[in-house]
């Protein structure tokens, strides 16, 4: 009987267990967000470029451009699939990651958005 009450508990605790938990090989939520903005914001890049150049090879360029980003964030390309792998197969973890790169996306360019910048005349600077 102890043996089954035993074997009982276990499997409780087993399965109660936090699934979604992030291991500590996996890049956070917050710095695996900026890397996707990163990575995403490269490859459209990358398109864009091949687009206005049909001499550049797009997948060469998106791999550049991607590495670029990748060590920006001095991380590898196998620890970001390696943790792209991981979100992928946590749906609701990645749709964290997802609702932040839409809404960041969403946001307005501070940049351009409602201010009006002269460009610089040459004897200006002078």
């Not at 687009?51 to 991607?66: I, P």
């Not at 964030?73 to 609702?99: A, C, G, V």
Request: hydrophobic content about 40%.
């Amino acid at each position: 009987m102890r043996t089954v009450l035993f074997f009982f508990v276990i499997c409780l605790l087993i399965s109660c267990s936090d699934k979604n938990k992030i291991p500590s090989e996996i890049i956070g939520i917050n710095q695996m967000t900026k890397i996707m903005w990163d990575v995403l914001r490269a490859q459209a890049l990358a398109t864009e470029i091949s687009r206005r150049d049909s001499a550049t090879n797009v997948v060469a360029e998106t791999k550049a451009l991607t590495q670029k980003a990748l060590d920006i964030h001095k991380t590898s390309i196998i620890e970001y699939n390696r943790s792209y792998n991981w979100y992928s197969k946590h749906p609701d973890i990645m749709q964290i990651i997802f609702d932040s790169l839409y809404n960041q996306k969403q946001r307005p360019d501070d940049f351009n958005h409602g201010q009006h910048h002269e460009p610089f005349k040459k004897d200006s600077i002078l």
